[in-house]
Every structure is written in structure tokens, then in C-alpha cells.
T-cell receptor, first 114, second 112 residues
Framework: NAGVTQTPKFRVLKTGQSMTLLCAQDMNHEYMYWYRQDPGMGLRLIHYSVGEGTTAKGEVPDGYNVSRLKKQNFLLGLESAAPSQTSVYFC?????????????FGDGTRLSIL | AQSVTQPDIHITVSEGASLELRCNYSYGATPYLFWYVQSPGQGLQLLLKYFSGDTLVQGIKGFEAEFKRSQSSFNLRKPSVHWSDAAEYFCVLGPNAGKSTFGDGTTLTVKP
């Protein structure tokens, strides 16, 4: 099993460009999440989804959009990239709503905005 | 509001020495607590989890954690550290309404 797969692994963008990060999970998980990780700030939740066709804002949603058209995929979009969005982005998934369900993480996408 | 505090940003231990990483939480009910490890350039891997019951939880790679309700703590321990344990460790509370609360992480350096 692949678990959680993120593509691409690395990307360099120019300010103002757009791009989409793809997350795919093969564990039939209901919940999916997008985080960003910056030095000294831990992981911050950008958006999450509690099921196919649903999305919700997390802690730092501004400048990002998401879509969950299929249960196994969760897309994170940057419409107009800014240098402040330089970060490592992690996707995660979990089985369900009930407490105690651990999250499974991808290996991350390292994104640089010049 | 729930919160997680990892008081130590960086810890250095010698290989073979014991390790304890601290985690304090704030939550109004019985918490669900997790420890994750992140090696450089990798995603987060689950080490162990606490739901209820036994307050001493065993995990992978020889780690264990003890839940102490009276102290609102969930400290991670390992009796003998290996060089491969050098990584960043995250204490996590949740989920609550689907969202988890992450500590800021503790970076572990292992001296030879």
C-alpha cells in the first residue's frame, strides 16, 4: 500500500504563478487535511475535508483553495503564489470523526516562491 | 480551547542515554494524545497513541509514554537512545471536530 502520496515533491514558482498540489490516499479514509510546516511554527492546518465533496477552513486558509471531488484525492491550489507561501506542505488522512483516529501523513511537498 | 505545549525546543542526549520529551496539554475532557516523529525530509510517523485505560503506552521503536491526568502531561520516554532517533518529535491532541492540535515540536540531537 502506498498510504498517502503527494505530488509533486518539489516545486519552484515565481510570484503570481498558480499551481495545484495533489494528495492521494488509498486507505479509504474519510478525513483529509492540508498542513504547512514552517521553521519553529510546527504544523498549521490550512484546509480539511470530512468527506467527498466537502471542505472546511483551518487555521491559515487565506491564499489557498481546496477541492475533494473524489474520496481518495484532496487538491490544494495556490491561485497567485506569494513568497510568504514558501513552505513545506503536508497532506494527511484519517479514518473518521471519532476521537483517537491517528492521521497518516505524506512525505511533503517543498515549495519555494521566488 | 485546547492546546499542546512542548516546553523543550531542542534536546541533546548522548547515544545510549535515556530520553524524556515533555508534553503538556489543555483540554476539558478525556484527551486523545499522540506522539509523532519526523525524520529530516520525511513526513510524520505515528509512534504511539493514548485513548484511555492503561496510562503507560508502548509504541514503536522502543518508545513509551505515560499519561498523567493530574499533571496534564503525556511525556515520551526511551531508556536508551540510538543515533537513528535523531529527529523532530511532535505531541498531538485530538482530534476535536476532526481537527488536531499540534505542539511546536522538540528537535532531538544524539551525540555519539
Amino acid at each position: 500500500n502506498a498510504g498517502v502520496t503527494q505530488t509533486p515533491k518539489f516545486r519552484v514558482l515565481k510570484t503570481g504563478q498558480s499551481m495545484t498540489l495533489l494528495c492521494a490516499q488509498d486507505m479509504n479514509h474519510e478525513y483529509m487535511y492540508w498542513y504547512r510546516q514552517d521553521p519553529g511554527m510546527g504544523l498549521r492546518l490550512i484546509h480539511y475535508s470530512v468527506g467527498e465533496g466537502t471542505t472546511a477552513k483551518g487555521e491559515v486558509p487565506d491564499g489557498y483553495n481546496v477541492s475533494r471531488l473524489k474520496k481518495q484525492n484532496f487538491l490544494l491550489g495556490l491561485e497567485s503564489a506569494a513568497p510568504s507561501q514558501t513552505s513545506v506542505y503536508f497532506c494527511a488522512s484519517s479514518y473518521g470523526y471519532q476521537g483517537g483516529q491517528p492521521q497518516h501523513f505524506g512525505d511533503g511537498t517543498r515549495l519555494s516562491i521566488l | 480551547a485546547q492546546s499542546v505545549t512542548q516546553p523543550d525546543i531542542h534536546i541533546t542526549v548522548s547515544e545510549g542515554a535515556s530520553l524524556e520529551l515533555r508534553c503538556n496539554y489543555s483540554y476539558g475532557a478525556t484527551p486523545y494524545l499522540f506522539w509523532y516523529v519526523q525524520s529530516p525530509g520525511q513526513g510524520l510517523q505515528l509512534l504511539l497513541k493514548y485513548f484511555s485505560g492503561d496510562t503507560l503506552v508502548q509504541g514503536i521503536k522502543g518508545f513509551e509514554a505515560e499519561f498523567k491526568r493530574s499533571q496534564s502531561s503525556f511525556n515520551l520516554r526511551k531508556p536508551s537512545v540510538h543515533w537513528s532517533d535523531a529527529a523532530e518529535y511532535f505531541c498531538v491532541l485530538g482530534p476535536n471536530a476532526g481537527k488536531s492540535t499540534f505542539g511546536d515540536g522538540t528537535t532531538l540531537t544524539v551525540k555519539p
